[in-house]
C-alpha cells in the first residue's frame, strides 16, 4: 500500500507560478513511475505529465509543455510539479497518482492504482 499526500495548491493569477508537491509514504521496486492529472469542474480526469523515478525521464502532454515541469526528491520521497505560466484553464483539483508496471508513458487514469486526495489550484484571469 502506498499512501500519496499532495500539497501547494491555491489561488494564483494569470501567469503566476505554484509548485504542488505529492510526498509517498513508500517507494517499491515495483512503484516507480510517478504521475499528475488534474480534474476540472464538470471534465473528466486528465492526464498532465509523469517520472520516472530511477531514470528521471519525464513526459507531458503538449498543453503543459514548457510551462510545467515534473522532478523528484529521492531522500524525502516526493515528487514535484513546478507550473508556470498559468492560465484561467489550468484551474483544476491536481492529483498524484503512482502504479505498478513499466509501461512507459502511461496516461490513462485506469493505469495507476494509488491516488493523492487532490489539491486545488485556481488560477484567476
Known amino acids: 500500500q502506498v499512501h500519496l499526500v499532495e500539497s501547494g495548491g491555491g489561488l494564483v493569477q494569470a501567469g503566476g507560478s505554484l509548485r504542488l508537491s505529492c510526498a509517498a509514504s513508500?517507494?517499491?521496486?515495483?512503484?516507480?513511475?510517478m504521475a499528475w492529472f488534474r480534474q476540472a469542474p464538470g471534465k473528466e480526469r486528465e492526464f498532465v505529465g509523469t517520472i520516472n523515478w530511477n531514470s528521471d525521464s519525464t513526459y507531458y502532454l503538449d498543453f503543459v509543455k514548457g510551462r510545467f515541469t515534473i522532478s523528484r526528491d529521492n531522500a524525502k520521497i516526493t515528487v514535484y510539479l513546478q507550473m508556470s505560466s498559468l492560465r484561467p484553464e489550468d484551474t483544476a483539483v491536481y492529483y498524484c497518482a503512482t502504479k505498478y508496471g513499466t509501461r512507459w508513458p502511461s496516461v490513462r487514469r485506469v493505469e495507476y492504482h494509488y491516488w493523492g486526495q487532490g489539491t486545488q489550484v485556481t488560477v484567476s484571469s
Open positions: 513508500a517507494r517499491t521496486t515495483s512503484t516507480y513511475i
